[in-house]
């Protein structure tokens, strides 16, 4: 069984910073994709950012320059630091990870984390 956990949401100011954090946990083989999606209120999901194995990067265009995915790949852990934030940020955002195992290949998602902007 696959688990990721997420971590690290909370209220912010707009302007401010928070860090994401999402292990995951299990009969993991390997890693082939980590990323980051957020639904807002009446919204549909949306990528705002994903690493590929082999370090590839791909953020949305409305994150670019302000967030920034890393990876720790001993801990099996992906983070999204999140900077100048604004209230457009405001949003559940969850954990995405593609991931084999020793018997399968899956898509797995966290619970999700909710971020708030707001003065």
């Known amino acids: 069984q696959v688990q990721l956990v997420e971590s690290g949401g909370g209220l912010v100011q707009p302007g401010g910073s928070l860090r994401l954090s999402c292990a995951a946990s299990?009969?993991?083989?390997?890693?082939?994709?980590m990323g980051w999606y957020r639904q807002a209120p009446g919204k549909q999901r949306e990528l705002v950012a994903i690493?590929?194995?082999?370090?590839?990067?791909n953020y949305a265009d409305s994150v670019k320059g302000r967030f920034t995915i890393s990876g720790d790949n001993a801990k099996n852990t992906v983070y999204l630091q999140m900077n100048s934030l604004k209230p457009e940020d405001t949003a559940v955002y969850y954990c995405?990870?593609?991931?084999?195992?020793?018997?399968?290949?899956?898509?797995?998602w966290g619970q999700g984390t909710q971020v708030t902007v707001s003065s």
């Open positions: 995405n990870a593609g991931i084999l195992t020793p018997t399968t290949r899956g898509d797995y």
């Open positions: 690493v590929i194995d082999g370090g590839s990067r």
């Open positions: 299990g009969r993991i083989f390997s890693i082939y994709r």
